[in-house]
């Protein structure tokens, strides 16, 4: 007997829908299913849907596949777009890279069309296959949570609505409703790691070792990752600040803390200062840790961590902003906003550094250490420095965090 897939929807999304909603649709069964589930729920409750398709334009059968899309889509009264990627140098991991330019592609296309939600056709099957690469990486608790049913990232929410449905129920509805899709042949390529995970799982499962057995490890490890997440969160409300954007922590108190829950706290700090898309790996961070509890500095991810009197100093590095500019109407670093009641159209922002510095005299007035300061947001015309309001220079203009302390500790509790 068929499982009510359309309850399954129903369940995830409801009571409280989303007013538009967009789903990503690649012409393979799981994304087809999902189109014609979503189609069927947004039609009852009178909600806006939205397909939208990358073209990787890496096998000569994509162009065919996305027709076939949008011929299903037009079928269907849904409003259809197509996302092209052609930025890959052949360098690196081929799915890894696409995936990264598939999310960077749609999360500019649901802002610029008013879409808040994405629908991703996961299933029970490919959370079972990540949990398998990520046991096969040695990761920890938070790896071992997999793909999470929702998750929000740069405004856009990210949903799973199928992550407790199988491939072989999405192809039996779509075969009950006769209709088709189009399978991707690397799908069978087992060159890739996703692939010979999923032949793996042929050789797990009569040993009771099946995706939804996987599954359920993902399910136990994100209350596990919850459950540290607020001790975590509790504990660095008793000893973090931030100061001119970077994180002083009391060390004493972090020092006293079981280290996985420093290490929660220290690692969300780098990723909220270097706003990287991925955290370091967590051998790296435990080495940094490590290092500074001997005494000794280090850097990870674009950041410098150092000890100072009593405290613990995690801030950016200078190296990596040296050379990034952007319009005052911009955001600098991924972090800052710098403004004024008035601004002049030939000055640009970027970072302070020894240049900038050397032109502000006073610097020493604001507490703030040298190494923070050069990694500051400032205000240029050409060479000439105009404003340096973290270094004391404000000139009339203010700079502020896109996300300030507050976001920090949201950070923990939900990552």
């Known amino acids: 007997m068929r499982r009510d897939l359309g309850g399954e929807v129903d369940k995830f999304l409801l009571p409280d829908p989303p007013s538009a909603l967009g789903v990503a649709v690649s ?4 994304s087809m299913a999902l189109l014609h589930l979503l ?10 849907l939205r397909a939208v398709t990358v073209n990787h334009g890496l096998r000569p059968e994509a162009a065919e596949e996305v027709a076939f899309v949008a011929k299903t889509c037009a079928s269907l ?19 890894n890279e696409a995936r990264k330019a598939r999310y960077r592609l749609i999360t500019a296309w649901a802002k610029a069309h008013g879409v808040s939600h994405i629908a991703l056709g996961h299933t029970v099957d490919d959370q079972a296959e ?13 790896g071992l949570t997999a793909m999470t049913p929702r998750r929000q990232v740069d405004g856009v929410t990210w949903m799973r609505p199928l992550l407790h449905v199988s491939r072989v129920e999405l192809r039996q509805e779509l075969n009950a409703r006769g209709l088709s899709w189009r399978d991707d042949p690397s799908n069978d390529d ?11 799982l042929d050789v797990l499962e009569p040993l009771g070792v099946d995706a939804p057995a996987l599954a359920q490890v993902a399910e136990n490890m994100a209350r596990a990752r919850e459950a540290l997440n607020a ?13 001119a954007g970077a994180f002083r922590i009391d060390w004493q108190g972090f020092d006293a803390l079981p280290e996985e829950t420093a290490r929660r706290i220290f690692l969300r700090a780098l990723s909220w200062i270097s706003g990287a898309d991925y955290p370091p790996r967590s051998r790296a961070v435990l080495r940094l840790m490590a290092a500074l509890k001997a005494g000794d500095s280090g850097t990870l991810d674009g950041c410098r961590a ?35 009641e008035k601004c002049p159209d030939q000055v640009h922002v970027g ?58 500790f949201a950070a923990l509790l939900s990552h």
């Open 27 to 30: 012409g393979g069964g799981d």
């Open 39 to 48: 189609h069927d729920f947004c039609q009852h409750h009178s909600i806006a």
């Open 77 to 95: 009264n849904v409003t259809h777009s197509v996302l092209h990627w052609d930025e890959w140098d052949r360098q690196g991991n081929l799915q």
């Open 130 to 142: 990540t949990v398998l690469m990520r046991l096969a990486r040695g990761s920890g608790v938070d």
């Open 190 to 200: 087992a060159g890739f790691e996703r692939i010979k995970m999923r032949q793996a």
């Open 231 to 243: 001790h975590a969160a509790a504990a660095a409300k008793g000893i973090v600040s931030v100061e």
């Open 306 to 340: 150092r000890r100072r009197d009593d405290s613990l100093w995690i801030y950016r590095e200078y190296n990596p902003v040296r050379a990034v500019t952007c319009a005052v109407s911009g955001v600098w670093d991924n972090r800052w906003r710098v403004d004024a």
């Open 351 to 408: 970072a302070l550094g020894e240049d900038g510095l050397r032109q502000v005299p006073d610097w020493r007035a604001t507490g703030h250490m040298r190494e923070v300061l050069l990694a500051t947001p400032a205000v240029w015309n050409g060479q000439v420095l105009v404003a340096a309001p973290l270094a004391g220079y404000t000139n009339g203009w203010r700079a502020t965090l896109v996300k300030d302390e507050k976001a920090y």
